[in-house]
């Protein structure tokens, strides 16, 4: 099992430009999160898929945001445009979920991606 | 809305000792379930231990135990034995049904040689 798979591990780019972040969630999982994490604001929930489609996207934080899951081993989270204040690092996580057995399964995250917008 | 509270930004312990993180939170939900995550600075997200809300007695793993009061909202993480692996970031979380997880701010804990 290669866990959670993130890229890039790092990314710096200009105020302006797009940025994707990428995720393979470990295979049979059904359910997938992205979570941003930050020094004055800890660990928020952006959004989260169930079979590849999003259930609660209440915590991306504006229409710069989105993500997609176009099928079940692959994710994107896309800034654009991007600006300062979206440094960040960015995780993505995904979980066991559906079947009576499963309620309350841990989630598995990957290393995340440092994003630097200068 | 669920909401965690860890009330200890940073502590410390010696090698050796015991140390407890506290946590609270706040749920009208019947049914959900609890974890401790460590983020050490490699800054990987590790399980350290789960917690079924409707199972009275309290999870262990090895030399991580919780006190579960659910009464009280309460679920502390109590480390025996530290160890300076034990040096990270430790964060309570909470989950429903609904399977999406809520995290509190997070303890900082130093192990100290």
């Known amino acids: 099992d290669a866990g959670v798979i993130q890229s890039p591990r790092h990314e710096v780019t200009e105020m302006g430009q797009e940025v994707t972040l990428r995720c393979k969630p470990i295979?049979?999982?059904?359910?997938l999160f992205w979570y941003r994490q930050t020094m004055m604001r800890g660990l928020e929930l952006l959004i989260y898929?169930?079979?590849?489609?999003?259930?609660?996207d209440s915590g991306m934080p504006e229409d710069r945001f989105s993500a997609k899951m176009p099928n079940a081993s692959f994710s994107t989270l896309k800034i654009q445009p991007s600006e300062p204040r979206d440094s960040a690092v960015y995780f993505c996580?995904?979980?066991?979920?559906?079947?009576?057995?499963?309620?309350?399964?841990?989630?598995?995250f990957g290393n995340g991606t440092r994003l630097t917008v200068t | 809305a669920q909401t965690v509270t860890q009330s200890q930004p940073e502590m410390s312990v010696q090698e050796a000792e015991t140390v407890t993180l506290s946590c609270t939170y706040d749920?009208?939900?019947?049914?959900?379930?609890l974890f401790w995550y460590k983020q050490p600075p490699s800054r990987q997200m590790i399980l350290v231990i789960r917690?079924?809300?409707?199972?009275?007695q309290n999870a262990t793993e090895n030399r991580f135990s919780v006190n579960f009061q659910k009464a009280a909202k309460s679920f502390s993480l109590k480390i025996s034995d530290s160890q300076l692996g034990d040096t990270a970031m430790y964060f309570c979380?909470?989950?429903?049904?609904?399977?999406?997880?809520?995290f509190g701010a997070g303890t900082r804990l130093t192990v100290k040689p």
């Open positions: 979380a909470f989950m429903t049904d609904n399977n999406d997880m809520r």
């Open positions: 295979s049979g999982h059904d359910y």
């Open positions: 749920t009208s939900e019947s049914n959900y379930y």
């Open positions: 996580a995904s979980s066991l979920g559906t079947g009576s057995n499963s309620y309350g399964s841990p989630l598995h």
């Open positions: 898929f169930n079979n590849n489609v999003p259930i609660d």
């Open positions: 917690q079924e809300a409707y199972k009275q």
